[in-house]
C-alpha cells in the first residue's frame, strides 16, 4: 500500500482533521457511554427522582448529536480527500498522455486506456473514502476506549487488548487472498474492455471479412472470465464477514463472563463499572471490524493502484523544447541525425539543409524512413543524437508553442473530431466565419460546402465519418489556410484519392507553397515534379539530395523513378 499511502499523504490538511475529528469522537463515545451508565444506575439501583437524571438525559442527547455530526464530517472528509486524489491522478495520466511522442502512443490500446483513466481509478476510492478515515478512527478510538477501561477495570482491559489482534490478523490474511483476485479481476477487466472497445472501432471491417461471429466469442470468454473472479471474491467477502462476526461474539463473550465473575462471585466490581465496560465495548470490537473491513476494500484497491503507478511511471522520450520564441520563414539543418525505434529500425542523416520558403520533397523506396524523417524534422519524434537547427537555433532551445503556431502538419489521414465543420478548422481559435469559409473554398470545399444544408454548422462524425479521404484532407488543408504558417509538413498527402481530388488537393497545395516553406513525402510523379529540392531516403539514410536536374544525375533511384514514370506516360 506504499503507493497509495504516498499519494494520501499529499494530502496532509485531510489527515490533521480526520485526526482531530476522531480525538473528538472518541471523548464522545466515552461520554455517551458514561451518560447511559448513570441514567441506568440512578434509576434502578439508587431509584432518583426524574429530576436527579435530567443533567443526564440532556448530555446523552448531545454526546448523540455530536457523535451523529462527527460521523458524517468524518465521511464527507474522506469523501472530499478521495475526490481530490482521484482528481490528481486523473491529471497527471492525462497530462503525462499529451506529452508522449506519436511513436509511442500506440503501445497501449486506446480501450485500456480509458478503463484506467475511469474504471481503474474509480477503483482506488474506496482506499480514501473509507479506509483512511477509519484507519485514523481505529488508531484512536479503541485507544481512548482501552484507557478509559483500563481505569475502571485492569482485568477487564486485558482481555480486550489480547482479544483485539485476532480481528485485524484475520482481515490480513483475507486480504492477501482478495488482492490475487483483484488483481486477476483488474486484468480481466481491462483485457475485456480495451479488446471491446477495439472490436467496436474495427466492426465495419471485421463484418466485411467475416470475422464477426470469431471476435463475439471470444468477448464472450472475457466477459465469462471477469464474472467468475468477481464472484470468486464475493464468496471470500460473504466467508470473511461470518468469522470475523464470531470472533467478536466470541470476545464480547469472554469479557462479559469475566465481569459476571468479579461482581457475582467475588463482588470486586460494582453494577455502574461492569455497565459501562459492557455498554463500551461493543463500541470498542466494532471499530475494529469497521477497520477489518475497510482493510478489505482498501485491498482491493490495490491492484487498481499497481496499474495507475505503473502507467504513470511509464518511461517516456518526449521531445525535448526551450524558451526561444520562433517565427517568420524557417530554414532547417540537421547534422548526425539519428533515431532509432524499438524494433530496431534506425534512421541516420548525415547532412540535411532545407532553405527558407523552399518546397522539397523527400522520396524513397516504402519503409526507407521517410515518415520517420518527417516526424522528426516537423519535432513529434525525438532525435537520439545529432543536432537540429531551426533558423540557426538548436531545436531543445525553441518554444514550443511558437515552433507550432508557426507550422502545420498534414499527415495521411488528418482526424477529424465530433463536431460542427466550423469547429474541426477553427480548431478552438476565434476566427470569423468568413475567414472559416475563405479557408474552405481556397482548400477546394466550395461546391462541398454550398451543398451542405447546415453550412459551417454540419456536423461531422467522430473521426471525420461521413466525409471522403479527400474531403478530410482539404479540411485540415483548410486548418493551414487559417493558422497561416510558415512552415508545413505533408506526409502523402495525395495518396488513396482519385486523379480529379488529387488536382484539387495539389492547387490547394500551391497556394499554400506560396507563403511558407514546404516539406513533402512523396511517391506521386506529380507532387516529385513540382519540387525544388529534393531528398532521397533509402536504408534509413539521405543517399542524395538537390535539385531534380542535380539528381537525374547523381542519383539511381531517382532516374529509375523518371524512367517508369516517362514509360508509364507513354503507354496512357
Given at each position: 500500500m506504499k503507493t497509495l499511502q504516498a499519494w494520501a499523504m499529499q494530502?496532509?490538511?485531510f489527515l490533521g482533521i480526520l485526526f482531530l475529528i476522531n480525538v473528538l469522537l472518541g471523548i464522545t463515545v466515552i461520554g455517551q457511554s458514561?451518560?447511559?451508565v448513570q441514567i441506568v444506575d440512578s434509576v434502578f439501583m439508587e431509584s432518583t427522582t426524574f429530576q436527579q437524571i435530567v443533567p443526564y438525559l440532556m448530555g446523552l442527547a448531545a454526546f448523540l448529536l455530536i457523535r451523529t455530526f462527527l460521523n458524517y464530517t468524518n465521511a464527507r472528509i474522506g469523501l472530499s480527500l478521495s475526490h481530490h486524489v482521484r482528481h490528481s491522478l486523473r491529471n497527471a495520466l492525462t497530462t503525462k498522455w499529451t506529452k508522449i511522442p506519436v511513436e509511442q502512443t500506440g503501445e497501449s490500446l486506446t480501450g485500456s486506456r480509458i478503463t484506467t483513466l475511469?474504471?481503474?481509478?474509480?477503483?482506488?476510492?474506496?482506499?480514501?473514502?473509507?479506509?483512511?478515515?477509519?484507519?485514523?478512527?481505529?488508531?484512536?478510538?479503541?485507544?481512548?476506549?482501552?484507557?478509559a477501561v483500563f481505569y475502571v477495570n485492569p482485568n477487564s482491559g486485558w482481555i480486550m487488548l489480547i482479544t483485539a489482534p485476532f480481528i485485524p490478523i484475520s482481515y490480513i490474511l483475507i486480504g492477501v487472498k482478495t488482492q490475487q483476485k483483484?488483481?486477476?479481476?483488474?486484468?480481466?477487466?481491462?483485457?475485456?474492455?480495451?479488446?471491446?472497445?477495439?472490436?467496436?472501432?474495427?466492426?465495419?471491417?471485421?463484418?466485411?471479412?467475416?470475422?464477426?461471429?470469431?471476435?463475439?466469442?471470444?468477448?464472450?470468454?472475457?466477459?465469462?472470465?471477469?464474472?467468475?473472479?468477481?464472484?470468486?471474491?464475493?464468496?471470500?467477502?460473504?466467508?470473511?464477514?461470518?468469522?470475523i462476526e464470531l470472533i467478536i461474539t466470541l470476545g464480547i463473550g469472554?469479557?462479559?463472563?469475566?465481569?459476571?465473575?468479579?461482581?457475582l462471585v467475588y463482588e470486586t466490581l460494582a453494577f455502574a463499572s461492569a455497565f459501562f465496560i459492557l455498554a463500551i465495548a461493543p463500541e470498542y470490537y466494532n471499530s475494529l471490524k469497521e477497520l477489518g473491513s475497510a482493510f478489505h476494500t482498501g485491498r482491493g484497491s490495490l491492484a487498481a493502484a499497481e496499474q495507475i503507478s505503473k502507467e504513470l511511471d511509464k518511461e517516456e522520450r518526449p521531445v525535448s523544447w526551450g524558451s526561444q520564441f520562433i517565427e517568420g520563414p524557417i530554414r532547417l539543418d540537421a547534422n548526425s541525425l539519428s533515431f532509432q525505434y524499438d524494433d530496431g529500425f534506425e534512421l541516420?542523416?548525415?547532412?540535411?539543409?532545407?532553405?527558407k520558403q523552399k518546397r522539397a520533397v523527400i522520396i524513397g523506396p516504402s519503409g526507407q524512413g521517410k515518415t520517420t524523417l518527417l516526424n522528426v524534422l516537423a519535432g513529434i519524434y525525438e532525435k537520439q543524437q545529432g543536432e537540429l537547427r531551426l533558423n540557426g537555433e538548436l531545436r531543445e532551445n525553441i518554444d514550443e508553442n511558437s515552433w507550432w503556431k508557426t507550422t502545420s502538419y498534414i499527415s495521411q489521414q488528418p482526424y477529424l473530431f465530433s463536431g460542427t465543420l466550423r469547429e474541426n478548422v477553427s480548431m478552438g481559435e476565434h476566427y470569423t466565419d468568413?475567414?472559416?469559409?475563405?479557408?474552405?473554398?481556397?482548400?477546394?470545399?466550395?461546391?462541398?460546402?454550398?451543398?451542405?444544408?447546415?453550412?459551417?454548422?454540419?456536423?461531422?462524425?467522430?473521426?471525420?465519418?461521413?466525409?471522403?479521404?479527400?474531403?478530410?484532407?482539404?479540411?485540415?488543408?483548410?486548418?493551414?489556410?487559417?493558422?497561416?504558417p510558415t512552415m508545413v509538413f505533408f506526409d502523402e498527402p495525395t495518396v488513396g484519392l482519385d486523379v480529379r481530388t488529387e488536382q484539387i488537393l495539389a492547387n490547394s497545395i500551391d497556394a499554400l507553397a506560396e507563403t511558407a516553406t514546404v516539406l513533402t513525402v512523396a511517391h506521386r510523379l506529380p507532387t516529385i515534379r513540382k519540387a525544388e529540392w529534393l531528398y532521397v531516403i533509402e536504408g534509413g539514410k539521405v543517399t542524395a539530395m538537390g535539385t531534380p536536374e542535380d539528381l537525374l544525375?547523381?542519383?539511381?533511384?531517382?532516374?529509375?523513378?523518371?524512367?517508369?514514370?516517362?514509360s508509364d506516360a507513354n503507354t496512357h
Open positions: 494530502y496532509r490538511l458514561y451518560a447511559i475511469i474504471e481503474q481509478i474509480d477503483q482506488i476510492d474506496p482506499y480514501f473514502r473509507e479506509y483512511i478515515p477509519q484507519v485514523i478512527k481505529t488508531t484512536i478510538l479503541p485507544l481512548l476506549i482501552l484507557i483483484s488483481e486477476r479481476q483488474l486484468a480481466e477487466l481491462s483485457r475485456f474492455s480495451g479488446k471491446f472497445l477495439d472490436i467496436l472501432q474495427g466492426l465495419p471491417t471485421l463484418k466485411l471479412l467475416g470475422r464477426g461471429k470469431e471476435q463475439s466469442d471470444i468477448l464472450q470468454q472475457n466477459n465469462q472470465g471477469f464474472q467468475n473472479t468477481t464472484l470468486s471474491i464475493l464468496k471470500i467477502a460473504f466467508a470473511s464477514s461470518f468469522f469472554l469479557l462479559a463472563l469475566e465481569i459476571g465473575f468479579q461482581m541516420y542523416v548525415n547532412h540535411f539543409t532545407l532553405a468568413d475567414e472559416v469559409t475563405k479557408a474552405l473554398q481556397t482548400s477546394g470545399l466550395q461546391e462541398w460546402i454550398t451543398s451542405l444544408p447546415q453550412g459551417l454548422d454540419t456536423n461531422i462524425g467522430e473521426g471525420g465519418r461521413g466525409l471522403s479521404g479527400g474531403e478530410k484532407q482539404r479540411v485540415a488543408l483548410a486548418r493551414a489556410f487559417l493558422k497561416k544525375i547523381t542519383s539511381p533511384y531517382y532516374q529509375s523513378l523518371m524512367k517508369r514514370g516517362a
